[in-house]
């Protein structure tokens, strides 16, 4: 597994922008593709974004309605998450996730960070 670290968040206004960024270490981050998700207080955890190793292929969600960029750099072993345009109902935990391509993502072996806050006042 990867280990995951998240930050850059914290308390911005609405339409606002912040982005946060994940540190991995452990194994070999290249090989691995990566995604954003967010859990709000008593909601379910929601998919936000997602890159394939390579960067050929990026995922959002539909709420993301082009606010959101996500991106990585492998030789800094890190994934990013643009926000910008943020919403009151975009605050929650935002945790990064990394798992291996061959067996997809969904398994005990994905790798997850602790979170990070997110809070957008109105």
């Known amino acids: 597994q990867v280990q995951l670290v998240e930050s850059g968040g914290g308390l911005v206004q609405a339409g606002g922008s912040l982005r946060l960024s994940c540190v991995a270490s452990?194994?070999?981050?290249?090989?691995?593709?990566v995604g954003w998700f967010r859990q709000a207080p008593g909601k379910r955890r929601e998919f936000v974004a997602s890159?394939?190793?390579?960067?050929?292929?990026?995922n959002y969600g539909d709420f993301v309605k082009g606010r959101f960029i996500i991106s990585r750099d492998n030789a800094k072993n890190t994934a990013y998450l643009q926000m910008s345009s943020l919403k009151p109902e975009d605050t929650a935990v935002y945790y990064c996730?990394?798992?291996?391509?061959?067996?997809?993502?969904?398994?005990?072996?994905?790798?997850w960070g602790q979170g990070t806050q997110v809070t957008v006042s109105s």
């Open positions: 890159i394939m190793w390579s960067g050929d292929y990026l």
């Open positions: 452990g194994h070999t981050f290249s090989g691995y593709d």
């Open positions: 996730a990394a798992w291996d391509p061959i067996t997809g993502w969904g398994t005990e072996d994905d790798s």
